[in-house]
């Protein structure tokens, strides 16, 4: 993780977000603290352009619209033929219409990393994983289940839960942490996706990318949730005070 946050506040590199409105400015935040750049569009036409000054796109279906269709397909066959690293975040892929949105967008994109919560990532392994909506009401750590998305999916799986799995169907390595607040705030899976595209954005490594953020969103948590007594009103500021200190006290002491 020390040598990618580098990466990170040295390159500055832009991160490209076809973005879910609710969340939209907690993610912009989040890669910011870390010393990325976010940038948001819902142009198609400015698609090839964006991409081309971009350094890694994340392509969230969160606020899904069929108008979106032609967004999609632009930013990410764009990253692809431009060898940008494209993240997708499937935000209750598991309701038709999302599910057959996936679908199509996998058959024209190929997509390098997948975050989403246990039932989201089950849907890539054609398992079922009891979920409702954006949330998940299954608490097991589905690990064969990500090991399969990834797998049936080539992509690198990032899949959050009381414990989070990071696997490439070959390697698995898990990240535990305890951060009630993060488990209850509405931007965070959000928010780490797009962190996975500002890590993704400086390694070809994109296991190595998932795992890192992973963990720096974790440890972020667990301090910011302390820090507030775990009080959820207060928790945002603190977690991208915590983002931001601890990326500037791994610069330093390099």
Not at 10 to 28: D, I, S
Not at 119 to 138: K, N, Q
Not at 155 to 166: F, K, M, N, P, R
């Amino acid at each position: 993780m020390n040598t990618l946050l580098t990466n990170i506040r040295e390159q500055q590199p832009l991160v490209l977000n076809v973005a879910n409105f609710v969340t939209m400015q907690h993610v912009a935040d989040a890669i910011n603290v870390v010393g990325a750049s976010p940038l948001m569009t819902n142009e198609p036409q400015e698609a090839a352009e964006l991409v081309g000054i971009s350094s890694a796109v994340v392509l969230n279906i969160g606020t899904l619209s069929e108008a979106q269709w032609p967004l999609f397909l632009a930013v990410g066959q764009a990253a692809n033929r431009q060898n940008k690293p494209v993240i997708l975040d499937p935000v209750a892929v598991g309701m038709p219409y999302r599910a057959q949105f996936v679908r199509r967008l996998l058959a024209n994109v190929h997509v390098d990393i997948i975050r989403g919560n246990a039932s989201e990532i089950a849907w890539f392994a054609h398992a079922e994983v009891a979920g409702r909506g954006i949330d998940t009401l299954d608490q097991t750590t589905h690990q064969q289940e990500a090991e399969l998305a990834a797998k049936n999916t080539g992509a690198v799986i990032v899949q959050t839960g009381v414990v989070d799995v990071i696997t490439d169907g070959v390697k698995t390595q898990t990240v535990h942490t305890t951060s009630p607040l993060l488990a209850i705030n509405v931007g965070a899976g959000d928010m780490l996706s797009g962190l996975i595209g500002a890590f993704a954005a400086v390694t070809d490594d994109y296991f190595a990318a998932g795992v890192a953020a992973t963990e720096l969103f974790g440890q972020a948590g667990e301090r910011a949730s302390a820090q507030v007594n775990q009080l959820p009103g207060h928790f945002i500021g603190a977690l991208f005070n915590e983002l931001y200190a601890m990326t500037q006290v791994e610069v330093t002491a390099r």
